[in-house]
């Protein structure tokens, strides 16, 4: 049974950064699609970015383009969200998500496609 754990979060000021990692465990995540996904109190969750882990290949929100680099280690089995010049609409619980995809070549930026998600770790940008 896959299972997914983020870690990373905090409470930052504006224009700062942070590093959220997703570490998996019970199963490689190299046939897997990772995604991110946040949702701030009172908003829907919204999708973040993705990645291919076999390829490294990505996909970004316009939202946050740019600003956020997502990018994967399959040696550690962990996927990571690198997030600059932070702004308080980036507040929210961060979640990472699991998608099997064999050999697909493309991550989905579309959040019912994922199976499996961890508990989410809050990020607050504040000043």
């Known amino acids: 049974q896959l299972m997914l754990e983020e870690s990373g979060g905090g409470l930052v000021q504006p224009g700062g950064s942070l590093r959220l990692s997703c570490a998996a465990s019970?199963?490689?995540?190299?046939?897997?699609?990772i995604g991110w996904f946040r949702q701030a109190p009172g908003k829907e969750r919204e999708v973040v970015s993705c990645i291919t882990m076999w390829l490294g290949s990505t996909r970004t929100a316009d939202s946050v383009k740019g600003r956020f680099t997502i990018s994967g280690d399959n040696a550690k089995n962990t996927v990571y969200l690198q997030m600059n010049s932070l702004k308080p609409e980036d507040t929210g619980v961060y979640y990472c998500?699991?998608?099997?995809?064999?050999?697909?070549?493309?991550?989905?930026?579309?959040?019912?496609?994922?199976?499996?998600w961890g508990q989410g770790t809050q990020v607050t940008v504040s000043s």
């Open positions: 019970g199963s490689t995540l190299n046939y897997y699609g």
């Open positions: 998500a699991a998608d099997y995809l064999g050999l697909q070549t493309m991550c989905q930026l579309y959040g019912p496609a994922y199976e499996h």
